[in-house]
């Protein structure tokens, strides 16, 4: 799953993209649109989303709410931990309360769209587009030092040009993000995920987030019924993306570009 990325452009810029199709308000806590050379789950990062009447950059924390049923099974393992720690079981009042202040640190990739958990979230009253310049997926390849390989980062080339993933954003949710925070209610959102194509595949034979690369997807992504935008769940076409950095935690515009190993050009990464 793509679990960090980075978004190096401009409010300017992202209106230029998007100029043709519509126009968008701009959020206060957008500022400047510093860039964010990376962008981890739970923190703060833009997109545009649909509101009443009007579109708007603004933003929201990373990672939609996990479903019911995987807190309840958090708060179960966490209440027997605590019973055999006391020698006693939980009043029935005691679990509900650990079931109403389990943490719920968010989901951040959204993949299974025929859940009820997701359902309620994917009307175009709740679709975001999520600007970013480059993503990673975390490799456990081992590189020719002996370690890990860690983030591998994709963009469309070492210039690493502004695109969108297809998001999802759910409103004003109350929940427990951090202990620390306790009981909350804020926006949050998460971005699509498919199957890999064959360049994020050697990194994550499992999954690559949606892109979406024209002001046509994202219309459609934007607008349309569900039957019709799911269509835009799909990976990029073989050979699109390209590798820009391996096993930084981020990925600035100044990074310097993957080199593949001598020899083959087709050669595999690991």
Known sequence: MCHAYSITTNVEAIRQMVQTIFRFD??????????????????????????????????????????????????????????????????????????????????????????????????PEFRCIVPFTSFAEVSSEIGPDGKKLGNTWFAFDDSRPLAFFAGIFAPQWTSVRKTSEGMITTDLFAFLTTDPNNVVAVANPDAMPVILRTPEEIEIWMTAPWEEAQKLQRPLPDGVLQIVSIGNKEDPPEAVPFAPPAGDPQQSLF
């Open 26 to 123: 701009v959020a206060a806590n957008i500022g400047n649109l510093a860039p964010q050379t990376g962008v981890y789950p739970d923190m703060l990062a833009p997109i545009i989303r649909n509101q009443p009447g009007f579109r708007e950059l603004i933003k929201l924390r990373w990672g939609l709410p996990t479903s019911s049923q995987a807190l309840y099974k958090q708060a179960q393992d966490r209440a027997d931990r605590i019973a055999k720690k006391q020698g006693r079981d939980l009043t029935a009042e005691e679990f509900a309360e650990l079931v109403r202040m389990e943490p719920d640190r968010g989901t951040h990739n959204v993949r299974n769209t025929k859940s009820a958990h997701w359902k309620r979230w994917l009307g």
